[in-house]
């Protein structure tokens, strides 16, 4: 079933700690995108993609950094994690010629720096 | 992408339709008119998509006037599960701007 996953889904970690968000998406899509959004309030687009070896940044500065290597994956490291990337991280993907602004998001990950 | 203005919040009770109306008046040609859903700890989901006049799905209808300076979600007899956030977007980029959303909470 084409799908889009997000692992983990909850990560609780110690300031100072390397970090990566895993996203894959079995859709074939050529767009991928990472937001962040604090409980309550609005999602900010941190990074996104066109294709494979294609990565930019979003519209709110972040200290992680993403790769993408293989069309499916996309995912986001943070090399020293603080106490202000505690956040949900959502990972989404779209495909040229569908619907526009149709975007597929995976579960999201919530994360905790102590 | 085209600044969108919606309400913050609104109150509803099962069996109603709501319609919640979104603003923008400085859209483009090419521009189209999407509205995602999200629920409490889950990633948005697409809910309808428009350009002009009407459209409507299993979920939703979207009505957008003539000048496309605004658009309405209608929600046919809400129940409890359709409690969410809901967005309005419009743009052709590929990178979307969710802004505040709609908080529509359907009450018993």
């Known amino acids: 079933e084409a799908d889009i996953y997000q692992t983990p889904r909850y990560l609780v970690i110690g300031t100072g700690k390397k970090i990566t968000l895993e996203c894959s998406q079995t859709?074939?899509?050529?767009?991928m995108y990472w937001y962040q959004q604090d409980p309550g309030m609005e999602l900010h687009l941190i990074h996104y993609s066109y294709g494979v070896n294609s990565t930019e940044k979003g519209d709110l500065s972040s200290e992680s950094t993403v790769s993408r290597i293989r069309t499916e994956h996309f995912p986001l490291t943070l090399e020293s994690a603080r106490p202000s990337h505690t956040s949900q991280y959502l990972c989404a993907s779209s495909g040229t010629g569908q619907t526009y602004n149709e975007q597929f998001f995976g579960p999201g990950t919530r994360l905790t720096v102590l | 992408l085209a600044k969108t203005t919606q309400p913050i919040s609104m109150d509803s009770y099962e069996g109603q339709e709501v319609n919640i109306t979104c603003s923008h008046n400085?859209?483009?040609?090419?521009?189209?008119i999407t509205w995602y859903q999200q629920f409490p700890s889950q990633g948005p989901r697409f809910i309808i998509q428009g350009y002009k006049t009407k459209v409507t799905n299993e979920v939703a209808s979207l009505f957008i006037p003539a000048d496309r300076k605004s658009s309405t979600l209608s929600l046919p007899r809400v129940s409890l599960s359709d409690t969410a956030v809901y967005y309005c977007?419009?743009?052709?980029?590929?990178?979307?701007?969710f802004g505040a959303g709609t908080t529509v909470t359907v009450r018993a």
């Open positions: 859709m074939g899509h050529d767009k």
């Open positions: 400085n859209i483009a040609t090419n521009d189209y």
């Open positions: 977007l419009v743009g052709t980029d590929y990178k979307l701007s």
